[in-house]
Structure formats: structure tokens, C-alpha cells
């Protein structure tokens, strides 16, 4: 059977390789490989084949419509009349909802540390070690833990 973990790059993993030693598991059934991280940056604008569920334009439609409404309702009492404030309020309400949402989005990608696979952890063992090797795993802060039972024929 192999037991595949995930793992942040700490000292966790070490200490889980660490503890799976002292329980009789030998180095050579244990695999520790580092993942290669993404270079490119995320993008602020989706495409048609991918997007990453942040949307910057529900914002400023929203605002923009309101703000559009708004100045063709007073555009009656103003002197260009209802349909240039309408257009006036839309585009305004685009822009300043545009800043706004990017402002947050800029913000929450620096507030927020987000939980990344950087290792991935293999360990070959017996069906019987199973249970031992998920509770070190897990109490050595693994991010996911899967087995895969290497005795079906195919």
C-alpha cells in the first residue's frame, strides 16, 4: 500500500519523516519530493477558458447602475438634462466601482496567507501500519492524506 501526504514547507515534515522512522518505518520506503511553485502571477482579468472566481466587474455594475439611475432621476432638475447625468452617473459609477473592487482584491491577496501543497510525501507501507502512519501524519500538520492499495490485478 503507499500513503501519499501533502505537506507546507516546515519543519513538520521533517519531524513527520522523523517520527515514521522511530516507528519502524525505514528510509528507503519513504519519499519526500518538492512540488515546483507557479512563476507567473495571477491575473486580474479572466478569460474564456479559465477564471478564479473573483469577479471585477459585478461591482461596478452594480455601481454603475446605480449611480446611472441616480443621475437621470435628478438629470430633470439639472440643466443637461436626465440622459447626459444618466451617462455621466454609469460611467462614473463604473470607474469609482472598478477602484474599488481592485482596491479589495488587491487587498485580501496580501491579508490573507492561503494553504499551498509545496511536498508531497509517499510512503510505501503494510496494510496493518495504515492507522499509525495517518495519526503522525495528521498530528504532524499534513494538508491531505490519501491511500492507494497497490494488491488488486488487473
Known amino acids: ?17 522523523s517520527e515514521l522512522e522511530v516507528n519502524r518505518i525505514p528510509k528507503e520506503r519513504i519519499l519526500a519530493a518538492p512540488l515546483n511553485k507557479r512563476s507567473n ?5 479572466d478569460s474564456i477558458h479559465e477564471a478564479d ?23 430633470f432638475v439639472f440643466k443637461w438634462g436626465p440622459i447626459i447625468w444618466g451617462i ?16 479589495l482584491v488587491k487587498k485580501s491577496e496580501k491579508g490573507f496567507k492561503k494553504m499551498t501543497s509545496e511536498i ?11 492507522e499509525m502512519i495517518q495519526q503522525v501524519l495528521w498530528k504532524n500538520s ?8 497497490n494488491t488488486r490485478t488487473y
Open 1 to 17: 500500500m503507499y500513503v501519499i501526504a501533502t505537506f507546507e514547507n516546515s519543519l513538520s515534515i521533517e519531524l513527520a519523516i
Open 41 to 45: 502571477t495571477k491575473r486580474l482579468f
Open 53 to 75: 472566481g473573483v469577479s471585477l466587474f459585478d461591482g461596478p455594475a452594480i455601481l454603475g447602475t446605480c449611480l446611472m439611475l441616480l443621475g437621470a432621476i435628478y438629470g
Open 88 to 103: 455621466i452617473g454609469a460611467v462614473s459609477g463604473l470607474i469609482l466601482g472598478f477602484l474599488i473592487k481592485l482596491l
Open 120 to 130: 508531497v510525501l509517499m510512503i510505501r507501507c503494510e496494510d496493518h501500519q495504515w
Open 142 to 149: 499534513a494538508l491531505g492524506i490519501t491511500k492507494i492499495d
